[in-house]
């Protein structure tokens, strides 16, 4: 099995960046685009690391941001046949407030449309896990199950920061491997622990090898990255990849703690798993 990073707030030589996230996964039978970037960053991204997006048999959206969603009408554009899947509510119109001040970070208008355009038997919106085959699958919605998790924002439904977003539709992929569990995130606006968590509850794995994806740390509290840190430690996470929203300090600091079993990830990374035995 392996992943490519094709979207990143960081990126190797000659490879664009952008604040978001996508990522490309080859495994036996499943070729799938987990999330699509803001959009100007994916298309050339893929040409130059050689990963054909045409042919995707699934595109998985782990959430509703504009971040993980605006490359959606290039994709369903260049792709003649492909299985989206994403929860009931990813559409949602959802804002970002700070200072008084709304910002508009939901799913943009032209994804949207283009997600209505696509035939309908082929979007399959699920709130419970979703199996991609033979050991793999998505989790749905992740119950917040820790109590030092949050949604690592300002994250509301309206623009006077009175109803909280707590962004039900944050999903994650599973995967097992010849060494493990390996999990990839979106965002992990329900929490990297709790995203472990239920991975392996849904899997039936014993335990994680490694995680990928944005952790949301960038506003955790010194709390919270002490207790993550420990659940890392007790989940025996092999290895942790922080990429997109995490956060330099709090990549800094798992690092720290966690030392060679942290590697930030950037678009170009490739990531290889033996398949399981």
Not at 177 to 205: D, F, K, P, R, Y
Not at 224 to 251: S, W, Y
Request: proline share 7%; charged share 20%.
């Amino acid at each position: 099995m392996r992943i490519t990073i094709l979207v990143d707030n960081n990126a190797e030589k000659d490879l664009a960046c952008e604040h978001g996230f996508s990522a490309w996964v080859e495994s036996d039978g499943l070729r799938m685009l987990f999330d699509t970037g803001q959009g100007p960053a994916l298309p050339g991204n893929a040409s130059r690391l050689g990963v054909d997006l045409r042919a995707a048999d699934r595109l998985v959206l782990s959430h509703g941001h504009y971040d993980h969603t605006g490359g959606l009408p290039f994709v369903l554009g260049l792709v003649p046949r492909v299985q989206v899947h994403l929860h009931p509510e990813a559409t949602r119109t959802r804002y970002s407030v700070r200072n008084e001040v709304a910002r508009s970070i939901g799913m943009p208008p032209a994804a949207k449309s283009a997600l209505k355009a696509w035939p309908q038997e082929s979007v399959k919106r699920d709130s419970l896990p979703v199996p991609l085959g033979p050991g793999a699958g998505l989790t749905g919605e992740i119950p917040r199950r820790t109590g030092f998790e949050d949604t690592g924002g300002p994250f509301f439904l309206e623009t006077q920061g009175i109803e909280t977003d707590s962004i039900p539709d944050d999903q994650a992929a599973w995967f097992r491997s010849g060494q493990g569990l390996v999990v990839l995130t979106g965002c992990g606006h329900a929490g990297l622990i709790n995203t472990l968590e239920e991975a392996l509850l849904q899997s039936g794995e014993s335990r994680v090898h490694a995680v990928l994806g944005g952790f949301h740390l960038s506003q955790a509290s010194p709390e919270r990255m002490t207790r993550t840190v420990q659940a890392l430690r007790e989940l025996e996470v092999d290895l942790v990849i922080p990429c997109h929203c995490t956060g330099e300090a709090a990549t800094k600091a798992l690092q720290q703690a966690l030392g060679p079993r942290v590697l930030p990830g950037f678009a170009g990374m490739r990531l290889d798993f033996p398949e399981p035995g």
